[in-house]
């Protein structure tokens, strides 16, 4: 157990509709990473929050959004979903010095299949 | 640009053989880490090990060795004697130190997949 959790583990819906990802990580950790994994495409970045601020971004479409909330915990909006979107999406979160050697602590992920 | 490639997308070895898992990386900053990820079956992500540009030394960590060539901008992951539990994706990782900009990004390769043979 890598003590972050990820809430819907699995999420089925539609073309068009909008879903909300939640991330609580690691009691600690002030950085939480989120990434999108689609079958041949690997981990692909999304976003990366500190403590309640954007610090980098990735490839993150317009139609999704994030956010880090005062008590740590994240969300990723999706909206307006597409067949695409369907894939894992993965959260990690890390101390700072945990992130200046890679030392990720992932969830087991949110599956999303758009149909 | 791709910054991290893994050029082999699947791989068979002999249980109790060496692997070498191939990752090269693009980065013109002279500061940053490289990291291997495990991923099983299962789903889970599993950290393994890291390198820092300035180590002089190559990492390792049990079984898993990181084979780094800075000048070939490359970060090999060396598992010896294999074991039929090391059946998973690999993936490699790169951190560029943005510090100026607070930059932490960490990007992924595409992986490869290895399965150990009885």
């Known amino acids: 157990d890598s003590g972050v959790t990820q809430t819907p583990k699995h999420l089925i819906t539609a073309t068009g509709q909008r879903v909300t990802l939640r991330c609580s990580p690691r009691?600690?950790?002030?950085?939480v990473y989120w990434y999108q994994q689609s079958l041949d495409q690997g981990l692909q970045f999304l976003i990366q929050?500190?403590?309640?601020?954007?610090?980098a971004k990735g490839n993150i479409l317009e139609r999704f959004s994030a956010q880090q909330f005062p008590d740590l915990h994240s969300e990723l909006n999706l909206s307006s979903l597409e067949l695409g979107d369907s894939a894992l999406y993965f959260c990690?979160?890390?101390?700072?010095?945990?992130?200046?050697?890679?030392?990720?602590?992932f969830g087991e992920g949110s599956r999303l299949t758009v149909l | 640009a791709q910054k991290i490639t893994q050029t082999q997308p699947g791989m068979f070895v002999q249980e109790k053989e060496a692997v070498t898992l191939d990752c090269t990386y693009d980065?013109?900053?002279?500061?940053?880490?490289l990291f291997w990820y495990k991923q099983p079956s299962s789903g889970e992500m599993i950290f393994l090990i890291y390198?820092?540009?300035?180590?002089?030394q190559n990492a390792t960590e049990g079984r898993y060795s990181l084979n780094f060539q800075k000048a070939r901008k490359s970060a090999n992951l060396v598992i010896s004697a294999s074991q039929l539990g090391d059946s998973a994706m690999y993936f490699c990782a790169m951190r560029e130190d943005r510090t100026m900009n607070r930059d932490d990004k960490i990007i992924f390769g595409k992986g490869t997949r290895l399965h150990i043979l009885p």
């Open positions: 990690a979160s890390s101390t700072l010095a945990g992130v200046r050697t890679g030392e990720l602590f």
């Open positions: 390198q820092g540009s300035y180590d002089e």
């Open positions: 929050y500190y403590n309640g601020e954007e610090r």
């Open positions: 009691s600690g950790d002030l950085s």
């Open positions: 980065t013109s900053d002279q500061s940053y880490g």
